[in-house]
């Protein structure tokens, strides 16, 4: 199942309760349809995570030095 950009998937997620996940169809593997299941699995990624902190650092300390 192949779709354009911005196109939205529904995942149904079952552990005991269900869980809807609004997913864009680019994330999805190519041949995906309708009633496959997916293994998924999230990580936490250190290096963007620290990336991320030092962006937002440098923006406060931009944003301070401009009001003084």
Do not use: F, H
């Amino acid at each position: 199942m192949k779709a354009g950009d911005g196109e939205l998937t529904v995942l149904l997620i079952s552990n005991g309760e269900s869980i809807k996940l609004d997913i864009p169809l680019t994330l999805l593997p190519d041949g995906c349809k309708e009633g496959d299941i997916l293994d998924i699995s999230i990580q936490k990624d250190e290096k963007e995570t620290e990336d991320a902190k030092e962006r937002v650092t440098s923006l406060i300390e931009k944003l301070k030095s401009k009001n003084k």
